[in-house]
């Protein structure tokens, strides 16, 4: 083991981001890109146009294969909810797609770079929770709501004009947050791996999954999800496969873990030049003895409240959740959204613990603000594999962008076309006018998509603060929204209330504590822990308490009956057999669902970090070559 005291370089492994200076002096590499782009920019042209291309012809390739030789019409009921008849393989996959944003493969090791092994887990537990609570939802749907194609529908059916124009501009905010994301880390990973223009790259990644989405709907997403989920997952495998067992650079868990050790040395030496401002050195300030090998972490355990609150915002106000729900078969639903939510726990586990690890165990000289960007994995697979690493890293990411990017553009379309459109411009619209409205969104909020993208990058957002600050703008309508479908005495003035005034206080109380913990109010002081903690628990507990307690002074007494009458627009003959729909079979869904989603919930957030905390640091075990 090389000492970390006063040689150049401080660690052999590293050698490479270290140079002598002045004298007998060293100094570390101020950056890991230094503004210098990896592959040529007609390698990031090539990702962006060709793999748009290939799915744009092959998804709109099977939609058509499947109108011209299965019988499906394609009518605009199929269009924005695929005929309600996905089974549980698909709908598996799609929660799977649709949850890996870009901030899946990149903030997940940001957080482990920041808090050693406590970030993958927070990052994993803290986002698969609500998918699996979710499916309570989904079912639920089936038995009140078993027309809808929105949850603004049911909101309007069952809370009037007022709540629904509300909840209508949480779903909409939701949308923007989440399709600002997938842009930010999109573009800034293919502006720093190829050098292509960042705002070039905003318009032209959304490029070939307009043209599939309009081409078909709902159905053509759940096709070129299953596609990307695929891709996906065998890119992680290789990434997994190169750190712990086959990479030259490390290639075992305990090459790992003996250089997670030193590079956290008490002894270390951290003062300019031989480690920069906001690079990892030396050991981690809130860890259990400055361990990256341990769960106890302040900094990883308020990242993952955050994150919690974060993510029922993105699921439960997010319509795209909601649709895939309605698109599904009633039988399937609850055992797709268990089924997807596990899978997708091993997706930002796995490659949080091999790329961001990987960084860390590499010594890499990533700083504070390439990692924010979500620049840690593509540092990894460059060390790693080279220009090839950084190829997989781009086509990794390139499947998460667009997957998560049609299921934004049918949320939104639907939106608009049942909730806007048809509600208050034209009810008696016919099918062949909301197909038509459908798409024209589709193409509006695709070029739209480019342009919040060029905005948020010109302001300095970046992806790290936006993922951080979802959960204060949208968590305040995730229990009214759960309480909409649940719990039958929920008032309408209740829901308004609390998610306006919840968003409001928790707005307020970000801010408040950013300034008086750092004295200023700024993009910087807004994205650290505190404020963030402090707005997002605000935001989700306020609302959720305004609510019960309008509730309980004035209750609904709802009996479901107008949720029940939502219409569809084309009444078609039912592929499903009549016992799908049936009370009995529905509640006995609504029983598996709780008993394993909470149960799973209980083990994943409560029981697993509980019984690593007698560890203290992870151990190696000796057998381990």
């Not at 592959?39 to 793999?51: D, E, K, R, T």
């Not at 075992?252 to 590079?263: F, H, N």
């Not at 928790?506 to 950013?514: N, R």
């Not at 913990?517 to 994205?527: A, I, K, P």
Request: hydrophobic share 50%.
């Amino acid at each position: 083991m090389a000492s970390s005291g006063s040689r150049c370089p401080p660690f052999d492994f590293s050698g490479k981001y270290y140079d002598v200076v002045s004298g007998d002096g060293c100094g570390r590499q101020s950056s890991f890109f230094e503004g210098k782009a990896v592959l040529n920019q007609s390698v990031g042209y090539s990702v962006i146009l060709g793999f748009g291309a290939f799915f744009a012809v092959f998804t709109s390739f099977l939609v058509w294969l499947e109108k011209r030789y299965v019988g499906s019409k394609h009518t605009s009921e199929w269009f924005n909810t695929a005929g309600r008849n996905v089974k549980t393989g698909l709908i598996a996959s799609v929660i799977v797609s649709q949850w890996t944003w870009a901030a899946t493969i990149l903030q997940s090791s940001n957080v482990a770079w920041q808090y050693g092994v406590s970030g993958p887990f927070w990052y994993a537990s803290g986002a698969t929770i609500q998918v699996l609570l979710f499916g309570i939802m989904a079912i639920e749907i089936k038995r009140k709501a078993p027309h809808a194609h929105t949850v603004c529908e049911i909101v309007k059916a069952r809370w009037g004009t007022a709540a629904h124009i509300v909840f209508l501009s949480f779903c909409f905010l939701t949308n923007i947050i989440v399709t600002a994301m997938l842009l930010l880390g999109g573009s800034a990973v293919v502006n720093a791996l190829t050098g292509v223009n960042i705002y070039a790259a905003s318009f032209l990644i959304p490029l070939g999954v307009i043209v599939y989405t309009l081409a078909g709907g709902l159905k053509a997403t759940f096709l070129a999800s299953y596609i990307h989920s695929v891709i996906v997952h065998v890119v992680l495998v290789i990434f997994v496969y190169l750190v712990y067992t086959a990479s030259n650079e490390l290639g075992s868990p305990k090459v790992v873990y003996d250089r997670l050790v030193e590079v956290a040395s008490k002894s270390r030496i951290c003062q300019e030049p031989i480690s920069h401002h906001g690079q990892s050195c030396g050991p981690v300030g809130g860890n259990y003895k400055g361990s990256y090998l341990t769960m106890l972490s302040s900094g990883g355990l308020v990242f993952g409240i955050i994150n919690i609150v974060g993510n029922f915002g993105t699921v439960f106000v997010d319509n795209g959740y909601w649709v895939s729900a309605i698109a599904a078969r009633p039988s399937s639903t609850h055992k797709g959204y268990l089924l997807g939510g596990l899978v997708w726990f091993a997706v930002p586990f796995s490659l949080a613990t091999s790329l961001g690890l990987g960084a860390l165990a590499l010594d890499l000289p990533i700083t504070a603000s390439e990692a924010s960007r979500g620049l840690v994995p593509p540092a990894t697979a460059i060390a790693l594999m080279g220009k090839g690493g950084s190829v997989l890293l781009l086509t990794m990411l390139f499947m998460a962008v667009t997957s998560a990017g049609s299921s934004e553009l049918i949320a939104v379309s639907s939106l608009c076309t049942y909730d806007i459109y048809r509600t208050y411009i034209d009810p008696d619209a016919t099918g062949k006018t909301i197909l038509k409205v459908s798409r024209a969104v589709i193409l509006g909020f695709g070029c739209f998509m480019g342009l919040l993208a060029v905005i948020l990058n010109k302001a300095g957002v970046s992806l790290g603060w936006m993922y951080l600050a979802m959960g204060v703008l949208i968590g305040s309508a995730v229990l009214p929204i759960a309480f909409m479908l649940l719990w039958r005495k929920a008032s309408a003035i209740g829901a308004i209330l609390g998610a306006t005034i919840g968003c409001l206080l928790g707005i307020i109380t970000w801010l408040s504590v950013a300034k008086i913990e750092y004295g200023r109010v700024n993009l910087d002081t807004t994205g650290r822990n505190a404020p963030m903690l402090a707005g997002n628990l605000v935001s989700i507990l306020t609302g959720g308490a305004i609510h019960a307690i309008c509730s309980f002074v004035s209750p609904q007494n709802y009996d479901w009956g107008t949720t029940k009458q939502i219409t569809v627009v084309e009444k078609e003959k039912s592929e499903l057999p009549a016992e799908e729909y049936k009370e009995e079979k529905l509640l006995r869904a609504k029983a598996w669902i709780v008993k394993w989603g909470v149960g799973f919930t209980f083990v994943i957030v409560l029981l697993w970090p509980l019984l690593s905390l007698p560890a203290g640091n992870s151990n190696n075990d000796s057998n381990t070559p």
